[in-house]
């Protein structure tokens, strides 16, 4: 077993070369006796462990959630297991966190001792603040001496691996809300069919070659004449949830956008309704076609939390004619995207879709507020080292932020025109639920609230 000196046994032996040299100059027998002492000791020592063997101690590190999302408290779960019959006092836990992962209570070392088959556990909060693939480690156990001058390594542990998805906008909004917004949704947008099914819809004369089952005797009796039960067949929807990215989704605004797609997509499909994705610029990035399963929620996860949108500007068209390509009709399209590319292209696009029988909610996720704000405020600082600089940034961010209002509320014209509604996401501590109850209510007024 080898021992290395650390930071604190290089000082240690510095002072006590600077004491021996010191107690020799003036002739003190005490200062001699106990520089010589410390210097004994940091020279014996390695020399006394070096032919020892590494005693037998295990490490396993996870962490504890399979999916973990940005600005999210997450656990690093380490076990020490002590394989051997010894005591060992003195043992110290180092780990290394990548730059973007930060510990939210303790420093990156535990110093303890195990006992014999002893088994310790250390759970470690962490928060991610990006989104993207990170490990944390190599995991080192190191043993120390009595006065912790030096180290031996005597277990490690590789890298542990994770991956940090776009933060979930949804959790801050009841689930209550959100079952009662795609609810909604569904009874709003899906088509029945009437006949013999799982769901009443009322009651009826007798027709003429009615199944005996969906007889109302009790009814027929009180009338005395033939009622016959009125069926609907289970509400039949598919949802496409399309999301621009491009040049116009930078930074925290296309971590958001992603976690507004997965909110919906995960709402749908709670619903038992499937739901698909596709990702777009000016071409087709990814795409998922609409599907129930779990599975694909995460596949979609794992092949979309490390995309950065590229230098394009969005085009709208590719998603009408990709779905004109795959001959998709009678589905709910959800558009998750912003004002800042071709305005009329854009309603051009939703015109398409709707000819294809299609509905369509736009969800305009707004430039100014996550896209130039800060950018102005750094420019600011730059510019000016007064209130000047701050002030012309809110000046030119109040023109910003009445240009978005403009041509929001000229969007949602326009789409009322085709039949389709507006949504809009005003900030990040906005929601995506929140935002589809306000279009509702501005397109159907209370009557919003679908009772099926």
Known sequence: MRARMNERGVIFLAISIVLLLLSILIRSPPLILVSSLA????LGYPISIYS???????LKAIVRNSVIYRGEVEILQIEVINHTGSYFPILKLNFKLPLSVYLVEHSDERIFSIGPQEIIRF?????PTMRGTYSIGPIVLKLGDPFLLFDQMIATKGNVEFEVYPKRIAKKVSKSKTREVFSALIGLFASRQRGIGTDFHGLRDYIRGDP?????WKGSARSNKLISKEYEAE???EVLIGLAAGSTARGPKFDYMLGVAMDIYEGIIKQNFPAGLLLFDDDVIKEFMPSRSMKRKMQIWAETFDLEPSDVYPDYSVLSQW????????????????????????VDAIRDIRLRRNNCIFVDVWGYSFSFQQELKDAAADLASDNYGL?????????????QYFMGSTMKNQLIKHGS?????????DNVIQSIERALFSHFGSQWKYKA
Not at 123 to 127: A, E, H, T
């Open 123 to 127: 759970n470690i909060p962490f928060l």
């Open 421 to 429: 509604l507006y949504a809009y996401i005003e900030n990040q501590d």
């Open 323 to 346: 779905m004109e390509k795959k001959s998709l009709t009678g589905h709910l399209v959800i558009i998750i995207g912003d004002l800042e590319g071709d305005f009329d292209q854009t």
């Open 39 to 42: 210097l004994a000791y940091i």
């Open 391 to 403: 002030i012309l940034a809110d000046v030119i961010g109040r023109e910003l932020e009445q240009t």
């Open 52 to 58: 020892v063997n590494n005693p037998y101690i295990q």
């Open 212 to 216: 005996v089952k969906i007889i109302d």
């Open 235 to 237: 509400k039949r929807l």
